[in-house]
């Protein structure tokens, strides 16, 4: 990542019209292999991919308000939470999956609803115990290094700021993005379960009695596999820590949704063909 981030000329983080429009033409294709391998269930595999991609979208740009401070953060030199882009991510969106999964059969938008407020409550939770370490364990109040006030309370930031850092805690920002983050993490990743659960039904229910059971576990294994691979997509775009929605480097996100796209629109399509196929 940092050998395409010193190319000459081109400045971090900038959005790459020609990779976008290659990676959009390459998501087509998946989509219109999916419709032509699949033979008569062609146009449910078309639904599903399409779910799974939009998905994906979501999962890529929530992960960008999540935020994340790693090692620097544990020495409070940093705001966000003491952790990698990756697994941060991964655990809020595995929260809202396990809560969608639950809510599958209910129906649709419930299982929507649950899987982003499972994904939400996981890091509101998370983000309110940081900020309890930060204040009461280390004796650090929140203050962010990428803005002079709180874009949503007005709070002044740099008198709070130690000096030779950039900042530390979660402040009222990144606490909000941070859960915004996740609904959208937890959204996305149930929005993928669904889709290969509902084709799975289709494709296995006519088989056995007890392929119903074997449809929700492909479905979990896949939909995981899945967020894992956009996450860490999500993790390369934004290289290090990101404080939120405010930060800089929230602006790269167009350039993950893009890779996003490509990567589940293959991924989504050796979903679908595994169990279609064997």
């Known amino acids: 990542m940092s050998a395409i981030a010193a190319k000459p000329g081109a400045a971090a983080g900038a959005f790459q019209p020609v990779a976008s ?53 544990a020495m409070g030199q940093s705001p966000g939470i003491a952790t990698g882009v990756a697994m941060l991510a991964t655990g809020a969106g595995l929260a809202g999956l396990f809560g969608g999964a639950w ?18 409550l996981m890091m509101a939770i998370t983000c309110l115990m940081v900020n309890i370490s930060y204040v009461y364990g280390m004796g650090i109040p ?19 700021k130690s ?52 449809a929700v576990g492909l479905a979990g294994i896949f939909a995981i596999g899945m967020f894992l691979v956009i996450a860490v997509l999500s993790a390369y775009n934004i290289t290090g820590t990101i404080e939120g929605p405010h930060d800089p480097k929230f602006k790269r996100f167009p350039r993950a949704i893009v890779a996003a796209i490509c990567a589940s629109g293959i991924c989504g399509l050796v979903a679908l063909l595994v169990v279609a196929i064997f």
């Open 103 to 120: 809510a599958a059969h209910i129906g649709l938008w419930v299982a929507l609803a649950g899987g982003a407020i499972g994904g939400g």
């Open 163 to 214: 000096q030779g850092t950039e900042g530390h805690g979660l402040p009222f920002i990144s606490y909000v993005g941070g859960v915004f983050g996740g609904l959208l993490g937890g959204l996305g990743g149930t929005l993928i379960y669904i889709e290969l659960l509902n084709f799975y039904n289709v494709i296995l229910l006519p088989t056995s009695e007890g392929t119903n059971a074997l």
């Open 21 to 73: 429009l290659i990676a959009i033409f390459f998501a087509i294709i998946f989509i219109g292999t999916a419709y032509w391998l699949l033979g008569s269930f062609g146009c449910l595999a078309v639904e599903a991919l399409i779910g799974i991609i939009i998905g994906a979208a979501l999962i890529a740009f929530g992960v960008h308000f999540v935020p994340v401070g790693g090692a620097p953060a």
């Open 142 to 160: 929140a203050a962010s290094g990428k803005v002079e006030k709180d874009p949503i309370t007005g709070d002044s930031q740099p008198e709070y």
